[in-house]
């Protein structure tokens, strides 16, 4: 079957290495002039940065995708994704800080640090987690489905009221483990009052599977996309870089190809199977179906080189209040240099920089590289927001694309797409999309 993937980003090389490793004809077909998104890096003056993801925390999906399209990851990295001994660091505006290792009692302990009664306040809210997980993931992440044919227990999950704003003040008396719980989502963009409380699994993640990443002498987690470019080889996958896609061509009822255009010509791809792997708002025969849904904004970001060590800085630091700063180090860097990267939410009345010395981490006179982005740079660098769809209340879960959409055999992946945002969440709706549409 031909089967032409829209997007080169992480959900567009899982999906594409996934189906021709099932016997396809796949196109990738992508707008820039390189693959990768959001799983790329920035380069200036001999620094070099993860533009997006640099953490994952179910290591077992990025193993199965590569397992499932060739050779193990292992032996393709020469080594293993690396446990990260702490989740993240927070510090908080009393001064109190938090390093929030992986694992249930581990966890506990940290709290019952930081406050009498705390661990066990933070164990009996992330303890009903693993219900949740066991049932998202029989019936949700890993076996295809459609809106009309979900199981009981899981509509009863995602049509639920119940917001995340609302189970953390029922379940904390003191507001920083509550900010611990709902910070992956405030990174986002997201406001915890439209959050359903289900989605706050990711701390049972979390938890559970720790944090994983790729050490940045070994390329950083932008190396999975240099692995899936080669491997795009390997399968025989046609790839057409600097091709924007205009539209979904559909006849009789059903796709037929897609509509491209390039400086010098317009054209169309034949198609059986077409895969969305961009934001749908793009293709005017799906917008109208997400046009209840809205991206969720990037931070404003700077990549920052600076002169000497990082030593007293964690894999990732928050800084909670507003703004909310996130402080991540890590990326390649000249001798006697090092490399970070900082976000920014909130009311950002000060540069980034200067936040983070009022929280004393003072870095302003060893600067000797940076690379600023807005939001609306990231948008425009990436084509779409990374991460992907504005929870707006219990319904938005349904609004969304994937792992089928209502243009018949046309599917979706990616951040905009079922399951959600995120490594892990989209590389199990590339599985998915390659369980439906199944062998050639």
Request: charged fraction near 20%; hydrophobic fraction near 45%; charge should be neutral.
């Amino acid at each position: 079957m031909r089967v032409v993937v829209v997007g080169g980003g992480y959900g567009g090389l899982a999906v594409s290495v996934r189906l021709a490793k099932l016997g396809h004809d796949v196109t990738l077909v992508e707008a820039a002039d390189r693959l990768g998104g959001a799983l790329t890096t920035v380069e200036s003056d001999g620094f070099t940065w993860d533009a997006g993801p640099w953490a994952l925390q179910v290591p077992a999906v990025v193993r199965d995708l590569f397992r499932k399209s060739g050779r193990a990851l292992e032996r393709e990295l020469g080594s293993d994704l690396t446990p990260l001994e702490v989740v993240r660091e927070h510090r908080f505006a009393d001064h109190s800080v938090l390093r929030l290792p992986s694992g249930a009692r581990r966890q506990a302990d940290a709290f019952e640090a930081l406050g009498p009664g705390l661990g066990a306040d933070w164990d009996a809210y992330v303890s009903p987690y693993a219900e949740v997980w066991d049932v998202l993931r029989r019936h949700y992440f890993e076996e295809p489905w459609t809106p009309a044919a979900l199981p009981r227990e899981v509509a009863a999950l995602l049509d639920s009221r119940t917001h995340l704003h609302k189970r953390l003040r029922k379940a904390f008396r003191d507001d920083r483990p509550a900010m611990v719980a709902g910070h992956p989502f405030v990174a986002d963009g997201h406001d915890l009052r439209n959050v359903p409380a289900w989605a706050g699994v990711v701390t049972h993640l979390e938890q559970l599977f720790g944090t994983w990443t790729v050490p940045a002498r070994d390329g950083g987690l932008a190396r999975l996309r240099d692995l899936l470019v080669a491997r795009l080889a390997t399968r025989g996958v046609t790839v057409l870089l600097d091709t924007p896609v205009t539209d979904l061509v559909v006849r009789g009822g059903r796709v037929a190809g897609v509509a491209t255009a390039t400086p010098s010509a317009t054209g169309e791809l034949a198609a059986d199977a077409v895969v969305c792997a961009v934001d749908p708002r793009r293709l005017p025969a799906l917008a109208p179906h997400v046009a209840r849904t809205m991206p969720a904004m990037p931070p404003v970001i700077a990549h920052v080189g600076v002169e000497g060590d990082l030593d007293d800085l964690p894999h990732e630091t928050v800084l909670h209040g507003d703004p909310m700063v996130v402080v991540r180090p890590g990326g390649r860097a000249p001798e006697g240099h090092a490399a970070l990267t900082v976000h920014g939410r909130g009311r950002l009345a000060e540069d980034l920089l200067t936040v983070l010395a009022r929280h004393g981490t003072d870095l302003r006179q060893r600067v000797v590289a940076r690379v600023d982005r807005t939001p609306y740079e990231t948008v425009q660098a990436w084509g779409g927001s990374p991460h992907g769809v504005l929870w707006q209340g219990r319904g938005t879960v349904r609004r969304r694309l994937g792992p089928t959409t209502p243009v018949p055999g046309v599917y979706a992946v990616g951040a905009h797409a079922t399951p959600g945002s995120g490594l892990a969440y989209v590389g199990l709706g590339a599985a998915l999309v390659a369980t439906v549409i199944g062998p050639a």
